[in-house]
């Protein structure tokens, strides 16, 4: 008996940084520690100078280039073409999967030639939170032909589920991000500590989606009122220029763009007061439960998917509207009060999402849909050939 062999197939991946990557990354940790044989499938997006973990690449085949577009306020890729797919074809036949672990199903790309070329089963993984739109009835047969060959889908919210089910009919479990709660308990450093100043933290790419400008505007609006409070924008991405012409210049002294950053995160987060998640749409938000581990409080707008979006935000801030204005009444409040008990509060929730304990039920659905262990050794065949 051999063990269980998965291809994780995902487009959003190192060196690009965000949350489907992390998932990604931790999932294929976990099961390697639980003697699962894994491999990640993505594309080569453009060269990137952008921070990542130094394990990146273990056990990544890139199988092709992939280009990125702008979709919905975000930016997103495919790896599209001919040797594409000869290289996805050649890396299932030697891989000789169980099954296919497919993040994003619906995108164009490598979720396509997953669903197409692959025999054996297929777990879909849905990650995203949208608004309903015209263009999605319009191709909601394609949406219908992929989840009928899933043999489970896993969404990691009840928004993320529901987004897709206006246009496709499917069961789904629903299994939440995990976090590694070690990794975010650190202590501060004097590299993000100003003396006597207090830190707001924004943390992720620097695009509409992600509503750094709204960050920005709710300083402006406290500034005057807690002259002992300062901004760090942590993230890059294409509205770095149009975020910094923003600040107005009486504050420029107050707002630091960090930039991209990786390993220094959980520093700079203990390095601060409160997490700003000023997100126009949320699926799950991963940075949530790692501001939590952190201890931190988050406070956040009612995005679209945020009453959908987990248990764990029962314990966010959110403003009473989606504006600049509730978000600054919302981050200025929780300043003046004492946020001892939502801190510890948020601890053990973020306890409760540790890697150790949703990767395990992850690797479940894997081990149901796969089969029983006996029959792993005729699974190959399964596999495109």
């Given at each position: 008996?051999?063990?269980?062999?998965v291809?994780?197939?995902?487009?959003?991946?190192?060196?690009?940084?965000?949350?489907?990557?992390?998932?990604?990354?931790?999932?294929?940790?976990?099961?390697?520690?639980?003697?699962?044989?894994?491999?990640?499938?993505?594309?080569?997006?453009?060269?990137?100078?952008?921070?990542?973990?130094?394990?990146?690449?273990?056990?990544?085949?890139?199988?092709?280039?992939?280009?990125?577009?702008?979709?919905?306020?975000?930016?997103?890729?495919?790896?599209?073409?001919?040797?594409?797919?000869?290289?996805?074809?050649?890396?299932?036949?030697?891989?000789?999967?169980?099954?296919?672990?497919?993040?994003?199903p619906?995108?164009?790309?490598?979720?396509?030639?997953?669903?197409?070329?692959?025999?054996?089963?297929?777990?879909?993984?849905?990650?995203?939170?949208?608004?309903?739109?015209?263009?999605?009835?319009?191709?909601?047969?394609?949406?219908?032909?992929?989840?009928?060959?899933?043999?489970?889908?896993?969404?990691?919210?009840?928004?993320?589920?529901?987004?897709?089910c206006?246009?496709?009919?499917?069961?789904?479990?629903?299994?939440?991000?995990g976090?590694?709660?070690?990794?975010?308990?650190?202590?501060?450093?004097?590299?993000?500590?100003?003396?006597?100043?207090?830190?707001?933290?924004?943390?992720?790419?620097?695009?509409e989606?992600?509503?750094?400008?709204?960050?920005?505007?709710?300083?402006?609006?406290?500034?005057?009122?807690?002259?002992?409070?300062?901004l760090?924008?942590?993230?890059?991405?294409?509205?770095?220029?149009?975020?910094?012409?923003?600040?107005?210049?009486?504050?420029?002294?107050?707002?630091?763009f960090?930039g991209?950053?990786?390993?220094?995160r959980?520093?700079?987060?203990?390095?601060?007061?409160?997490?700003?998640?000023?997100?126009?749409?949320?699926?799950?938000?991963?940075?949530v439960?790692e501001?939590?581990?952190?201890?931190?409080?988050?406070?956040?707008?009612?995005?679209?998917?945020?009453?959908?979006?987990?248990?764990?935000?029962?314990?966010?801030?959110?403003?009473?509207?989606?504006?600049?204005?509730?978000?600054?009444?919302?981050?200025?409040?929780?300043?003046?009060?004492?946020?001892?008990?939502?801190?510890?509060?948020?601890r053990?929730?973020?306890?409760?999402?540790?890697?150790?304990?949703?990767?395990?039920?992850?690797?479940?659905?894997?081990?149901?849909?796969?089969?029983?262990?006996?029959?792993?050794?005729g699974?190959?065949?399964?596999?495109?050939?």
């Amino acid at each position: 008996m051999r063990p269980l062999r998965v291809g994780i197939v995902a487009e959003s991946y190192f060196p690009n940084l965000g949350g489907i990557q992390e998932h990604v990354r931790h999932l294929r940790n976990l099961l390697h520690r639980q003697g699962v044989e894994v491999t990640i499938l993505t594309g080569r997006p453009s060269p990137s100078a952008a921070p990542g973990p130094e394990d990146a690449e273990r056990g990544v085949i890139r199988v092709g280039r992939a280009r990125s577009f702008g979709t919905g306020g975000t930016f997103t890729q495919a790896t599209i073409g001919p040797l594409a797919a000869y290289n996805f074809y050649r890396a299932l036949r030697k891989g000789q999967f169980d099954l296919l672990n497919i993040h994003g199903p619906c995108d164009f790309g490598l979720a396509f030639w997953g669903l197409s070329l692959f025999r054996g089963p297929k777990v879909l993984t849905l990650h995203s939170c949208f608004p309903d739109a015209r263009w999605r009835h319009r191709v909601a047969a394609y949406y219908r032909w992929v989840f009928r060959r899933a043999a489970a889908v896993i969404a990691v919210s009840e928004a993320t589920a529901e987004s897709m089910c206006r246009y496709a009919d499917f069961p789904s479990t629903i299994i939440p991000n995990g976090v590694d709660v070690a990794y975010w308990r650190a202590s501060p450093t004097p590299r993000y500590l100003r003396p006597g100043m207090r830190n707001l933290v924004y943390l992720g790419r620097l695009e509409e989606r992600n509503g750094p400008d709204v960050a920005i505007e709710a300083f402006a609006r406290i500034a005057p009122s807690l002259p002992d409070v300062r901004l760090l924008m942590a993230g890059d991405g294409p509205m770095r220029g149009e975020l910094q012409a923003k600040v107005p210049p009486q504050l420029r002294g107050r707002v630091e763009f960090v930039g991209a950053i990786y390993d220094q995160r959980p520093e700079l987060l203990a390095s601060s007061s409160v997490f700003l998640l000023p997100a126009r749409a949320v699926g799950f938000s991963i940075m949530v439960l790692e501001a939590f581990a952190a201890g931190l409080p988050v406070v956040a707008l009612p995005a679209l998917g945020t009453d959908r979006a987990g248990e764990h935000w029962s314990n966010v801030i959110v403003a009473k509207d989606n504006s600049a204005e509730a978000f600054a009444e919302a981050v200025r409040d929780t300043m003046r009060r004492d946020q001892g008990e939502r801190i510890a509060a948020g601890r053990a929730i973020a306890d409760a999402f540790d890697w150790a304990r949703i990767g395990s039920r992850i690797l479940d659905v894997f081990q149901r849909v796969a089969g029983p262990p006996a029959q792993l050794t005729g699974w190959g065949s399964k596999a495109a050939a």
